[in-house]
């Protein structure tokens, strides 16, 4: 149940230069510069003679950096690479009324995660993402995306001490995002992003985030575009199921698994638009053009070129800045290729035939 795909076309900058368009973006996390890092540690450190304005003022150059790199890079969409987030759940988490924090846990390795714990009611207590969506939009001259991870992953990832049943706090949390994602439309947003990499781990709730979801574009205008992300995993498990989502766009992480999983898809019956990852966010390598034209291409088995959005697997916050910079560039050229490709009729993008439920 696609919402309204056709909301893509406003994100066409008005010099582009073939008549195909497949939006370029990223999907949110981006290598964050050292010296942020280091200004954190400055900040976290209560000796430091470094306080909240010094790091608003570091953040605020980050954020600068980044979606001015994203910029320069090419992509139609930007993001300022979630350089003010610490972590997708601990962010939201010191933001909602009923989470508290009781000291990292073990998740694998040495590596340590500050896992929260949903302690009372959650409820609405600060806008989470306006304030950094404005700077942004005010610094970018491209339209900006807002990831926002979803409630299900909130929900997954935290331990439930007040609730005792995902679904109820998922829901609870579903429509604060909601509530959420009215702020930032009426602060000019009109592309939000909702992350969920627990489903992957919890393939069989695919229902509680159907309903979640419902929530959350509840009395949303049909010109905000809605993308859902869902990173790794066996998509198998939770199409078509999909397509009864109310979103507009299904960002998914194949070209790691070298497109094996694309037959999941490419029954002919794929509803919204795909958001197809073509650069693997998970080896420090930059993708050949050439080869990053042939992933696009991947995408036509699926759906028609109007329906397709370019993007990395995932977020790029693990890679060297020079590499995830150099994998943006390319995909955008290679994006390019492919439209000028399609204008003069070099591709066969026939689409697979429907399939009988």
Not at 209 to 216: K, Q, S, T, Y
Not at 336 to 350: M, P, S
Request: charged fraction near 30%; hydrophobic fraction near 40%; proline fraction near 6%.
């Amino acid at each position: 149940m696609s919402r309204n795909p056709q909301n893509r076309e406003q994100f066409r900058p008005e010099d582009h230069p073939n008549d195909h368009f497949l939006p370029t973006t990223v999907v949110g996390s981006y290598k964050k510069p050292t010296w942020l890092n280091r200004a954190r540690e400055r900040f976290e450190d209560d000796e430091a003679r470094f306080d909240a304005d010094d790091w608003q003022e570091t953040t605020d150059d980050a954020a600068r950096l980044i979606t001015r790199e994203h910029e320069r890079a090419g992509l139609d969409v930007v993001v300022d690479g979630e350089v003010r987030r610490n972590e997708m759940v601990e962010y939201f988490a010191e933001r909602i009324d009923g989470y508290e924090f009781n000291g990292p846990v073990k998740v694998w390795g040495h590596n340590t995660f500050r896992k929260p714990s949903v302690v009372d009611e959650v409820e609405y207590a600060e806008p989470w993402l306006v304030e950094e969506f404005e700077f942004v939009d005010e610094v970018a001259e491209r339209p900006v995306k807002v990831p926002i991870t979803g409630p299900y992953t909130l929900a997954r990832w935290a331990f439930d001490e007040q609730y005792d049943d995902t679904a109820e706090l998922t829901y609870e949390l579903a429509d604060l995002v909601n509530h959420e994602i009215e702020r930032l439309v009426e602060a000019g947003a009109r592309y939000v992003q909702i992350d969920e990499p627990a489903l992957a781990q919890h393939v069989d709730d695919h229902a509680i985030v159907g309903e979640a979801l419902e929530r959350i574009v509840a009395g949303v205008p049909e010109e905000i575009r809605i993308g859902l992300h869902v990173c790794y995993g066996d998509y198998s498990r939770i199409y078509p199921e999909i397509n009864e989502f109310p979103i507009d766009e299904f960002d998914v992480e194949l070209c790691n698994g070298d497109y094996e999983q694309l037959d999941v898809f490419a029954d002919g019956n794929f509803a919204p638009d795909l958001a197809l990852g073509v650069v693997d966010a998970h080896t420090a390598e930059v993708e050949p053009v050439a080869e990053i034209e042939d992933n696009i291409r991947q995408g036509f088995e699926i759906v028609p070129p109007e329906k397709l959005t370019v993007s990395p697997d995932c977020g790029l916050k693990l890679l060297p800045r020079e590499i995830a910079y150099g994998k943006m560039e390319n995909l955008v050229e290679a994006a390019r290729n492919v439209e000028a490709q399609l204008d003069a009729g070099e591709i066969d993008v026939a689409a697979p035939a429907p399939t009988a439920d």
